[in-house]
């Protein structure tokens, strides 16, 4: 099982960046898929999730509106567009597989929001 994050940098705020997470070794269709990310010093938080039945959405509140979740089935990959950043946004954001009786993670990719 892999799920490999990509598409994190150093952007000024107001700015976008598209983190991508592209998984193999699992059935993708089958999982919820999530954003998550961890700012230094504190715990790991929820960005968003997008369901694998149905394609519900869920986003935390502070960024919603601001960032939007997808996902290809046909291509395994879950994305995460995210507009309008702010420096508070700076963390290293994790992609998350979930299926009843199984979790797997990312190894994170980092974003950076200053000026």
């Known amino acids: 099982v892999q799920l490999v994050e990509s598409g994190g940098g150093l952007v000024q705020p107001g700015g976008s960046l598209r983190l991508s997470c592209a998984a193999s070794?699992?059935?993708?269709?089958?999982?919820?898929m999530s954003w998550y990310r961890q700012a230094p010093g504190k715990e790991r938080e929820f960005v968003a999730r997008?369901?694998?039945?149905?394609?519900?959405?869920h986003y935390r509140d502070s960024i919603e509106g601001r960032f939007t979740i997808s996902r290809n089935n046909a291509q395994n990959t879950v994305y995460l567009q995210m507009n309008s950043l702010k420096p508070d946004d700076t963390a290293v954001y994790y992609c998350n597989a979930r299926l009843v009786g199984y979790n797997y993670w990312g190894q994170g990719t980092q974003v950076t929001v200053s000026s």
């Open positions: 070794g699992f059935t993708f269709s089958m999982y919820d």
């Open positions: 997008i369901t694998s039945v149905g394609g519900y959405i």
